[in-house]
């Protein structure tokens, strides 16, 4: 399992690690991304993106045979919704709006098979996206195998960032710039970052790696996800499959009628 998978590998190897959104609740789109040189995961957005729990484990059976990592960011902490992610194979799990330490501690403890957790086991599925046979075997290696990744972007996650990166079992802090931007009063509009946004990004990467926890960001393009490498973080979004798209398109729309390229609407 440790082998198989890529993204925490790249971590624990402290090699930076860089993957791709997915919206559309399409295998395609899955074996398409996966395809991509230079990303180690791809993850299934099941809060914001049209992905119901089917087309998720289809998504997930679609990505990991290209030798990277299928993730996903589930809607909410509800325990089931943690127990569908990882009995379909992923091989780690994002939680969004989370408040409190006690509510990070028990999506670790849902996230983990007894005696370190409550995960409870049973799927027939969770063995392919790891290309293991046995239930025994994931049982014995998922809970080192799999990752928790929790998502700073509220102002109370802000506010406890230094108790969230002191969890046992949590791998990674995320930040969600839009939201956490919104959070903090200063809106971030159209691309400009507002200072108070500024540090508390540096602030929650330097509270990540101080704890011994790795930080990760949203960006919205390649030069945006640049900036985030050189900054030093470890778990880098390099672009979404909806609006690479619509911003792909609109290029070549653009070139077509010899104009300049439109702000594609919808996008970031």
């Given at each position: 399992m440790q082998s198989a998978n890529r993204f925490l590998k790249d971590l624990k190897s402290s090699t930076q690690s860089l993957g791709a959104w997915q919206m559309f609740p399409s295998p395609s789109t899955s074996r398409t991304l996966a395809r991509i040189p230079g990303l180690s995961w791809?993850?299934?957005?099941?809060?914001?993106?049209?992905?119901?729990?089917?087309?998720?484990?289809?998504?997930?059976?679609?990505?990991?045979p290209y030798g990277v990592s299928p993730l996903v960011r589930i809607p909410d902490k509800e325990r089931w919704m943690i127990k569908r992610a990882l009995d379909a194979g992923?091989?780690?799990?994002?939680?969004?709006?989370?408040?409190?330490?006690?509510?990070v501690e028990e999506v670790v403890k849902?996230?983990?098979?007894?005696?370190?957790?409550?995960?409870?086991?049973?799927s027939p599925f969770s063995v392919n996206a790891f290309g293991l046979y046995s239930i025994g075997d994931y049982l014995s290696q998922a809970n080192d195998n799999t990752a928790v990744i929790i998502q700073i972007e509220t102002?109370?996650?802000y506010e406890n960032v230094e108790a969230f990166a002191k969890v046992p079992g949590v791998d990674v802090l995320f930040i969600g710039p839009f939201d956490l931007s919104n959070s903090l009063g200063h809106p971030l509009a159209?691309?400009?970052?507002?200072?108070?946004?500024?540090?508390?990004?540096?602030?929650?990467?330097?509270?990540?790696?101080?704890?011994?926890?790795?930080?990760?960001?949203?960006?919205?393009?390649?030069?945006?996800?640049?900036?985030?490498?050189?900054?030093?973080?470890?778990?880098?979004?390099?672009?979404?499959?909806v609006h690479v798209l619509i911003a792909g398109m609109s290029s070549c729309v653009s070139e077509a009628q010899g104009t300049k390229a439109k702000a594609a609407k919808g996008g970031y």
């Open positions: 791809v993850l299934v957005d099941q809060e914001h993106g049209n992905v119901g729990d089917s087309e998720m484990h289809e998504c997930i059976a679609n990505i990991a992923a091989h780690g799990i994002m939680v969004p709006l989370l408040s409190t330490v006690e509510e849902q996230s983990k098979f007894p005696p370190s957790g409550k995960r409870g086991l049973g102002l109370a996650s159209h691309g400009v970052e507002h200072p108070v946004l500024t540090n508390a990004i540096q602030r929650i990467l330097d509270v990540a790696h101080a704890n011994g926890k790795k930080a990760g960001i949203f960006t919205t393009s390649g030069e945006d996800a640049r900036k985030r490498v050189e900054q030093g973080f470890d778990m880098v979004h390099i672009g979404t499959d």
